[in-house]
């Protein structure tokens, strides 16, 4: 393991310098769970880049590379400013502070989180 490529010295971490790297395979199983980075929404499943990862067993340090350049560029793609996700995060961004006025509107202009009712004693 080094800064240059996973594939030039698998045996030595960076961090401690132990030979004992174990590589872990990429791994996609349902909903996405795995060594990925989602490329869409949903179903990463369909549209995910697969993550190489090497674990030092005497340290515990964990390096992980996408070493396909066709995925790094997806990433690119994705993940850019400017970029469908970036636009998707905005949209997200505006919903929750559309909802967050609505709601200071509807129930009061108070952070507490608690009810400004007060019970009328008789």
């Not at 872990?24 to 499943?45: D, M, R, T």
């Not at 949209?91 to 952070?111: C, E, I, N, V």
Request: aromatic share 12%.
């Amino acid at each position: 393991m080094n800064n240059e490529s996973p594939e030039q010295d698998q045996r030595r971490c960076v961090k401690c310098g132990g030979s004992d790297v174990l590589f872990v395979e990429p791994l996609v199983v349902a909903f996405g769970a795995g060594n990925v980075i989602p490329l869409s929404g949903w179903f990463v499943n369909y549209d995910s880049v697969k993550v190489d990862r090497y674990v030092c067993m005497s340290c515990g340090f964990c390096e992980e590379w996408v070493m396909n350049p066709e995925d790094r560029e997806a990433l690119r793609r994705w993940y850019q400013p400017g970029s469908r996700r970036a636009r998707i995060n905005e949209r997200r961004h505006r919903w929750r502070q559309f909802f967050a006025d609505l709601k200071r509107r509807l129930f009061g202009g108070g952070t507490s989180g608690k009810s400004e009712h007060r019970e009328e004693k008789s």
